[in-house]
């Protein structure tokens, strides 16, 4: 009721508001939602490893003195083949897009411990940037963590970007020839022409050597800035058949490298964010967090363990029932749910061996809302067969 309350009541607007609409795109399990909960400082959007968690559009809200950021996080960018795979909503398809008309910016996230993908934008991402060549991008390498070899952040970020970030062309050279398998770093160069018109704190390519820099796995000595030629010329849009041989977006205003699941430098992101915000009335009251009702939060962490203890496409065909939701005298949330599950043996694989299965599910699904309700819960789940 106190979330409905706050949906509804008029935002307690400052003086001079200010607001950014920010669209999160990628290739599915790239870490959007990861990311999202970073910057918000709270766990209201599903994360697993599995493909296609986000199946809806929601809306995270961070509201930062007179500055109101609105995060888009939108389901994974696919196509209507792999859709219908995994039994997803048209919606699936079209989210995406519908996030991309309201957003001021859109941060283009990319996992770069997947090297399959991580040295080109998926096709639809491309076409999704080629549709809003409008809009300012930020070019974001997750995860990078877990790559060991850290001068590959800049062989990545060269193809992703064509070798140009806000207009300005990137010169990648390694002063240092050595052998690929060797565990030390070598010293790597980044010269862009000029440095870009604003002097972003906290840009990874930014001119002074901030934290930023540190976190992104570049050398300390990293010399950024420096003499280059060439311009870029402005986005422009592009028909389905330019961007067959296109790997990058030579459009990006800047990039961020960190690592979203540890928070490393998610706060130099949000800093950034922060500074690309316009004057314009505020969407939510301040103390909103999420536009997402308690019910479909719920729905979603249960259906995240779903698909992270479950194997290959079993929990995509599980139905979510909600029987008992209510207050209990102490305030705690008491929250009874029924799974319905399309086969007998799907069943015994959510109940598992002596309920084991069942019952980790019902454990750790209940410590998250009570981190995101921020009260006792008590949470029971049933299994039972479609009838």
Known sequence: ?????????RPDQPQNPRVLRIAIIGAPNAGKSTLSNQLLGRKVFPVSRKVHTTRCKARGVITHEDTQLIILDTPGLTNPLKAKRHKLDEAMLTDPWDSMKHADLVLVLVDVSDHWTRNSLSKEVLKCLSQFPHIPSVL???????????????????????????????EVKSTLKQDSSSSAKPPLHITRASPPESKVPGSAFGQEKNQAQEGSGLDKSSDVGGAGTGEAQGPKHHGPEDLRDVKGWPHFQEIFMLAAVRGEEVDTLKRYLLMQAKPGPWEFHSDVLTNQSPQEICNNIIREKLLEYLPLEVPYGVTQVMEIWEEGECGELLIVQSLLVPRESHKRMLIGRGGKVISRIAREAGQDLMNAFLCDVHLKLKVEVKG
């Open 1 to 9: 009721e106190e979330q409905k309350r706050l949906l509804e009541n």
């Open 140 to 170: 974001v390498l997750n995860k990078v963590d877990v790559l060991k070899k850290k001068f590959l952040l800049l062989e990545i970020a060269t193809d992703l970007t064509e070798g140009i970030v806000n207009g300005k062309k990137l």
